[in-house]
T-cell receptor, first 113, second 114 residues
């Protein structure tokens, strides 16, 4: 079946390095993608989103890249900080079910001091 | 402060005893949704509501009910809870629209059914 998934369940990076979290999706009809950050004991928090008519979008220290050819999404975090340690989820809004949001299983980012 | 609140935050109950988890938002959002989060499965959508009196099933609606009588409230009802409904539950809201806009999540309700 169609799904949104992540390549790496855990990513460990050195403080100050850049982090790249990847996500694969399988529905080419998906229109909208979102990255969420979830810290321990808290609900998910919106980070950045991108629509399918874009390839790249930048925020504060974060960049999302969308490669529709290979159905791949990535979140890049520049100069990773200890406060970035969390689980990151990509989510997909499918045009054929516009009001549903499908989440991936998450990647845990660990920042080493 | 703009927020989504859930109550209770923690609940331990027994099989078959009806329970309700409340969700309220103060942002005048049209769209509200419930998710459950289980280890290794991420968040799965249970039900969502586009507006007052409009609700629809998500991916895992079995065993749950919802209602949307007021814009700010979206309670999740478990008529006869079972152990497989032990999970972490999140309520979320957003302005609405297509495609969905940024969703704001509540702090979560950890439910244990014995």
């Amino acid at each position: 079946g169609e799904s949104v998934g992540l390549h790496l369940p855990t990513l460990s990076v050195q403080e100050g390095d850049n982090s790249i979290i990847n996500c694969a999706y399988s529905n080419s009809a998906s229109d909208y993608f979102i990255w969420y950050k979830q810290e321990s004991g808290k609900g998910p928090q919106f980070i950045i989103d991108i629509r399918s008519n874009m390839d790249k979008r930048q925020g504060q220290r974060v960049t999302v890249l969308l490669n529709k050819t290979v159905k791949h999404l990535s979140l890049q975090i520049a100069a990773t900080q200890p406060g970035d340690s969390a689980v990151y989820f990509c989510a997909e809004n499918r045009m054929d079910s516009s009001y549903k949001l499908i989440f991936g299983s998450g990647t845990r980012l660990l920042v080493r001091p | 402060e703009a927020q989504v609140t859930q109550n209770p935050r923690y609940l331990i109950t027994v099989t078959g005893k009806k329970l309700t988890v409340t969700c309220s938002q103060n942002m005048n959002h049209e769209y509200m949704s419930w998710y459950r989060q289980d280890p290794g499965l991420g968040l799965r959508q249970i039900y969502y509501s586009m507006n007052v009196e409009v609700t629809d099933k998500g991916d895992v609606p079995e065993g749950y009910k919802v209602s949307r009588k007021e814009k700010r409230n979206f309670p999740l009802i478990l008529e006869s809870p079972s152990p497989n409904q032990t999970s972490l539950y999140f309520c979320a809201s957003s302005l609405g629209g297509v495609p969905l806009n940024e969703q704001y999540f509540g702090p979560g309700t950890r439910l244990t059914v014995t």
